[in-house]
């Protein structure tokens, strides 16, 4: 059965991307409670390469802050939270949990079979991130506009991790919305052949 409207309003037709945030923090449980549902998003194999580091206290927004464009420095230090959404190379490691029917072996020969791999699964993973913050009543401002190489030396040194994308989570100021901007329709967009 099909979700309800208000369902369906809430995660896509009503939900926007926020620049403005009302001072309300956004609690560790909630963030938690964000994975607990993302992860179990479809990806291919059940790779699983999404990794998540949640930039929350005025100390790591510090560290994140030298790495941001100036566009984006005001709305993520004002963010009560900001996810910096990244992806894991060495996915293929947790295949014995995972995806123990999968041979790990092309994953781990191949570093661009891997990283293609990691890149569009870990996208997907983010998509869903977005959609379970929206779905727990959160707001989502997703955003480009960082240096990644930046950001992986500061909060993924020494790992196989990349980033991808920050996302600004909190309660969003309503009133600092711009208007709406269209989208392609389906004609515009799409073909069935």
């Not at 607990?36 to 699983?48: A, E, H, I, K, Q």
């Amino acid at each position: 059965m099909p979700i309800n409207d208000e369902a369906l309003d809430e995660l896509f037709r009503a939900a926007r991307t926020h620049r403005k945030w009302r001072d309300k923090p956004v609690s560790p449980a909630l963030l938690m409670a964000i994975y607990d549902l993302m992860r179990w998003g479809p990806t291919s194999g059940n790779c699983c390469p999404a990794r998540i580091v949640f930039v929350v206290s005025k100390k790591a927004k510090e560290r994140l802050k030298p790495h941001l464009d100036e566009g984006n420095v005001i709305k993520t230090m004002t963010a009560p939270a900001t996810a910096i959404v990244g992806y894991d190379l060495d996915f293929a490691r947790y295949f014995p949990l995972l995806a123990p029917h999968a041979d790990a072996g092309p994953f781990q020969k191949d570093p661009v079979l891997a990283q293609q791999t990691a890149f569009r699964n870990g996208s997907l993973q983010g998509a869903y991130f977005i959609l379970a913050a929206r779905a727990l009543g959160l707001d989502c401002g997703p955003m480009s506009g960082f240096d990644n190489d930046g950001v992986d030396c500061e909060f993924f040194a020494g790992t196989g991790v990349k980033s991808n994308f920050l996302c600004n989570l909190g309660c969003g100021d309503p009133a600092a919305l711009r208007p709406r901007a269209p989208r392609l329709s389906f004609d515009e967009a799409c073909r069935i052949v």
